[in-house]
């Protein structure tokens, strides 16, 4: 039986569109001024010390530290430091009312669902769990943190690495067999399933679904029926 859901956001729950032509050419545009005016403060200092040790850079080049994390957004590098950065920015955007986050109609009527139905919601995003917090909080389904139990970002782990489903699995204290995986990317799945978790591969963007007798293969979150794991 399924009382516990896991899910990825990018591709799964919102447009990959929304964050690709919206959130990350705002963090390129802006982040640049941001980390200029704001290097001095605890939580940006933290993530630029993070930076300069990955990067061989001197942490008062501030310069180089900024162009070493818009390489990172050029080539899509998944890099926690950035990722804190971003969230960072992102709230700003947020704030100012620049933006919303993107959420599929089919996510949303689900998520509020399972949610009523006592199911326990968890999310794992590349995103930093402070980015993911602000994804949800503004909506355009609204504020939408009341469903979540938690957050989960690359702090646990990769994403395709199995040891970080099994730290998740530790944390959330449930079975691995009681926790669905929802994701669009199947090395992600891969791990997760591995891990002892069942897993719904999310196919948004293809004409036809591609099956496989690992995963549950479907269009929208309106094909997940949690009652047929229910005699697994």
């Known amino acids: 039986m399924i009382n516990t859901i896991l899910t990825d956001i990018e591709g799964t729950t919102s447009s990959i569109h929304f964050v690709h032509e919206v959130l990350f050419p705002y963090a390129a545009k802006n982040l640049p001024e941001f980390v200029r005016n704001n290097h001095a403060k605890p939580e ?17 080049d501030i310069e180089a530290l900024i162009a070493q994390l818009l390489r990172w957004i050029s080539d899509d590098q998944k890099v926690t430091p950035l990722k804190s950065l971003q969230g960072l920015v992102w709230e700003h955007g947020y704030r100012n009312g620049d933006y919303k986050a993107h ?25 930093s769990v402070y980015a993911q917090k602000l994804f949800f909080e503004f909506n355009e389904g609204g504020d939408l943190r009341r469903f979540f139990k938690g957050y989960f970002d690359t702090v646990t782990g990769a994403k395709r690495e199995v ?25 992600e799945l891969e791990a997760a399933a591995a891990a002892g978790m069942h897993t719904a591969w ?31």
């Open 163 to 187: 040891e970080s489903y099994q730290k998740i699995q530790q944390v959330i204290g449930k079975p691995a067999s009681e926790i669905l995986f929802l994701s669009d990317i199947v090395e």
């Open 103 to 127: 959420i599929y109609a089919d996510a949303l009527t689900a998520l509020q669902a399972w949610h009523q139905q006592g199911i326990d919601l968890y999310v794992y995003s590349s995103g």
């Open 202 to 232: 999310l196919q948004r963007d293809t004409a036809e679904i591609e099956h496989t007798p690992r995963h549950l293969c479907v269009a929208s979150f309106a094909d997940i029926e949690l009652t047929r794991w229910d005699t697994h």
């Open 44 to 60: 940006v200092n933290s993530a630029l010390q993070d930076v300069a040790a990955l990067a061989n850079i001197a942490l008062n």
